[in-house]
């Protein structure tokens, strides 16, 4: 395995939209665990590929807390087939976006369908802390960040400082 870099905005490739897997090879396993290394590495709860530069549909998660050890999710091809009415607000942040946090308010339950490392179609419900992370992940593979969620004078706030701190990296 191997750590990953993970890339930050305002790159580009953040906001592409990612190409399916066509075909689960031992190099999208590799990914796969590379990608979990780097999350845990982080440490973060949730990373889609576009945060490594790879632009396939593919995320990994573990939203456990401590006490009840660790759930590692693997999703290839990852889809929402459906959200509640009912939504709950949620503080995040990204890894892209180091620095910030917003609280979001999304969906508070959801089922997803998404076909795992033996490429079996697995489908699961999610609340909580898990179900907003598999939306902010899925997000990412269609090019949306969280803050893209906020009231447009909270994202404006975010962004002219994201802008403003890599120009003065450069
Ligand atoms: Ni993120």
């Known amino acids: 395995m191997a750590l990953l870099p993970i890339i930050h905005v305002p790159d580009p490739l953040l906001r592409q939209v990612a190409e399916p897997v066509a075909e689960i090879t031992p190099a999208i396993l590799k990914q796969l665990d590379d990608m979990a290394e780097t999350m845990y590495d982080a440490p973060g709860i949730g990373l889609a590929a ?7 549909r593919v995320i990994v998660m573990d939203c456990a807390k401590d ?4 759930e590692l999710w693997k999703m290839i091809n990852p889809e929402i087939i459906q959200l509640s009415e009912d939504t709950s607000k949620l503080e995040e942040g990204c890894l892209s976006i180091p620095g910030h946090v917003g609280e979001v308010e999304r969906p508070a339950s959801l089922r997803a369908r ?5 490429g079996n179609l697995q489908e699961m419900e999610a609340d909580g802390l898990l179900a907003a992370c598999i939306q902010h992940e899925i997000d990412h593979l269609d090019g949306v960040l969280f803050i893209d969620h906020l009231s ?14 890599a120009k003065s990296r450069n």
């Open 152 to 165: 447009r004078l909270k994202k404006n706030m975010i962004w002219r400082k994201v802008l403003k701190d």
């Open 50 to 56: 576009p945060q490594i530069g790879v632009m396939n």
């Open 67 to 70: 006490e009840d050890g660790p």
């Open 114 to 118: 998404f076909l795992d490392v033996d």
